[in-house]
């Protein structure tokens, strides 16, 4: 009996067993809050890449691995607790940078341009049209999409879409042609965004890619952020490497100059390819201050050897500047009259160029052959300066001169012609001023979108230059739903065109005549017609043949708009050539710009001061500005023929006696506008105004 009641004692503790076994399960879940935030950290831990996290099972912490089984090391949940409430009370806890890293949201908050309240009609409405704004940016109808964002950012500036309608207005302005007002908005864009935003690298390595002056390109890379992507940083990296060389020690270091304190992650490399420049310079003071202030700002790669180099006046592998040498010139200078008069111009403005072009640090000549207009002669001239190890060659008016002369190089120097228009078949390291300029095209097809034109049909001649400006026409054209309905070459040097203009006309015009019943003189419904257009790019000495006889084949009769290139525009056409005639016509220009103006101006005075006289015409003008490139290319010192072409076709933004120009492709071009010719003066076609402040940069 004792040991059945003993026995059964057991039993009558049970409950009491089951209570306290229960009190004691009960007692951790006063806990459980606390479990739950330290498990919900732990396992966020892990996700964010950690191989194992802790897990919580009877107040023991256990580390669960990757294939599911525990390991449970001897750490106590109290001590857990411990640390944790240590934490609380104190200063936070550490946060990882992957920590920090994954709490950042996936999506930046919007950008607002004005701040302020907003009613929900006009939030309503403000996302209505940034619905439309956006359709049409993807359909293409750029024009229209530069208004609609335009009336979010004007209209509704405090809405949550205002400063992404900005960033589209300003994309939608590059694409009708318009990147300097394009420039101004993005950077608009960019001040709307906090310090060290990511997405301010990408707007400000698309603002580089969309001017063409190499000081605002570097400017606007020099105003990236810290916190630009690592693939942005190494892209702007490799643009600045060749932007910095391409313009001169003062313009480089009033670029830098106009960067807030505290500049970016790429100042120090600039400051320490300026630093070796100076050095070069003899500038050794500002050489050995700029290459310490970018040691000090945490320069690496290549960059930080120059500077240490500058340090102990080393020069870095390759560098050295060549400030003395001579450049060719082969002109019909005792050539036919006419032709001889020419000539003498050209080589005017090709030494002012010499003699001014790159300032006191550089000794430029100039070693002038004549080769009488005489192609044999050329050939023996463009040997002879090839022997006597010229840096660079201009002249070689004439195309076949051209050509024979890019053939007969011993070495691959630079020829640059001030007339020539056979610079696409006359192989590496030759240009001209006057080649096929494939983006002036472009930029009339845009304008064309703008216009909505139902059909286009081209007129040309047979010649390289007009066929590639006829084919950028045509891509532009397709990609923007403009159909091309016919191309109709005349061969060079043509006078008589009726059977081009007839076909064109017929291409435009004939189907829809016999739709609405009418005849092609019926001027009376005119305005039921389509809108329709002939592009014509054509040389300037074919324009006075082609005017007239497409007034006589009457396409203005039947309302057909005649659209061109520069070949319209030359000074000389425009005051030659009938009013009447040219009235009307959609074509391109050099963009009369402050920049352009300073070139001009400059020249003008260098011109005046060398020679005693007032400039007279445009001829010496154009051998300037031939000669001025090829300096340019030589302004970084660099005289083997493959390193100057290397930096001629890296030339962007020279101002230019004539013009901006670039080399794009390996084209030397002109910076254009798009232009409406009224009474013999080329008129920018009306932009839309803004109302922004216009900026330098």
């Known amino acids: 009996m004792m040991l059945s009641r003993w026995k059964r004692k057991p039993r009558r503790m049970s409950r009491l067993k089951v209570m306290m076994l229960s009190r004691w399960k009960r007692k951790p879940r006063r806990m459980s809050r606390l479990k739950a935030m330290m498990l919900s950290r732990l396992k966020r831990r892990g996700r964010r890449g950690r191989k194992s996290w802790i897990s919580m099972e009877g107040g023991i912490a256990r580390t669960h691995f990757a294939s599911g089984r525990f390991a449970r090391p001897p750490i106590l949940i109290v001590i857990m607790v411990s640390i944790s409430a240590c934490q609380t009370v104190g200063t936070p806890p550490l946060i990882t940078h992957q920590e920090t890293e994954t709490r950042r949201p996936k999506h930046p908050p919007p950008l607002v341009v004005t701040p302020g309240v907003i009613s929900k009609s006009a939030e309503e409405e403000a996302s209505r049209l940034w619905s439309r704004a956006q359709t049409l940016f993807e359909a293409q109808e750029f ?61 400000r390595l698309w603002q580089s890619s969309i001017v063409s002056d190499p000081a605002t390109r570097i400017d606007r890379l020099l105003r990236m952020e810290e916190g630009s992507s690592e693939g942005d940083i190494l892209l702007a990296i490799d643009r600045l490497r060749s932007l910095v060389d391409a313009i001169s020690v003062e313009l480089l270091q009033e670029v830098i100059d106009g960067i807030p ?79 001889a008069e020419f000539s003498s111009l050209i080589a005017q403005g090709i030494e002012v160029a010499a003699s001014t072009a790159l300032g006191d640090e550089f000794e430029v000549s100039v070693d002038f052959r004549d080769d009488g207009g005489d192609p044999s002669v050329s050939l023996q001239s463009m040997r002879a300066l090839d022997q006597a190890g010229v840096v660079g060659i201009v002249g070689f008016l004439q195309d076949d001169d051209f050509l024979a002369a890019a053939d007969a190089r011993a070495r691959p120097v630079v020829l640059v012609s001030p007339t020539a228009r056979s610079a696409d078949r006359a192989g590496a390291a030759a240009y001209s001023l006057e080649g096929s300029d494939p983006g002036a095209a472009e930029a009339v097809a845009r304008y064309a979108a703008s216009r909505a034109y139902q059909r286009i049909a081209m007129v040309y001649p ?30 060079a040097g043509a006078t008589f065109f009726e059977p081009q203009i007839s076909a064109a006309l017929n291409a435009l015009r004939s189907e829809e ?27 300037p000495e074919d324009v006075e043949f082609l005017a007239p006889q497409v007034i006589h084949f009457g396409l203005d009769t039947l309302a057909v708009e005649i659209l061109g290139t520069s070949g319209w525009t030359d000074p000389q056409i425009l005051t030659s050539v009938e009013a009447r005639l040219t009235t009307g016509v959609i074509a391109t220009a050099p963009v009369v710009s402050e920049r352009a103006l300073e070139g001009q101006v400059r020249f003008r005075e260098a011109y005046e001061s060398r020679y005693q006289r007032s400039l007279v015409g445009a001829t010496a003008s154009v051998g300037y500005d031939a000669a001025l490139l090829l300096l340019e290319a030589l302004r970084a010192g660099r005289v083997e023929p493959d390193e100057v072409r290397e930096s001629f076709e890296s030339l962007e933004g020279i101002s230019g006696a004539t013009g901006v120009f670039s080399v794009i492709g390996g084209r030397v071009v002109r910076d254009t506008e798009v232009v409406r010719i009224e009474d013999q003066m080329a008129i920018p076609i009306e932009r839309i105004n803004l109302g922004f402040r216009n900026e330098r940069r």
């Open 462 to 491: 047979q010649t390289p230059n007009a066929e590639a400006e006829a084919d950028a026409f045509e891509l532009i054209a397709e990609r923007l739903g403009m159909p091309v309905v016919g191309r109709f070459g005349y061969e």
């Open 513 to 539: 005549l016999d739709r609405l019943a009418l005849a092609p003189n019926d001027t009376l419904h005119m305005e039921e017609l389509e809108p329709t257009a002939l592009f014509m790019p054509i040389p």
């Open 143 to 203: 024009s229209q999409a530069v208004l609609a964002s335009q009336e979010i950012v004007t209209d509704f500036p405090s809405s949550s879409i205002s400063g992404e309608a900005l960033w589209l207005l300003a994309r939608s302005l590059v694409e009708v042609g318009d990147s300097v007002k394009a420039d101004q908005v993005a950077s608009r864009y960019a001040e709307l965004m906090p310090r060290q935003d990511p997405r301010g690298g990408a707007i």
């Open 261 to 339: 304190p505290l500049g970016g992650p790429l100042m120090p490399l600039v400051e320490a390819r300026l630093s070796v420049s100076l050095l070069e310079l003899d500038r050794t003071a500002d050489a050995l201050a700029l290459a310490r202030s970018a040691l000090e700002g945490g320069v690496s790669g290549k960059e930080r050897a120059w500077a240490e180099g500058v340090l102990i006046g080393e020069f870095p592998p390759g560098r050295g500047l060549e400030t003395v040498f001579t450049i060719g010139a082969v002109l019909p200078l005792g050539g036919p009259p006419a032709l």
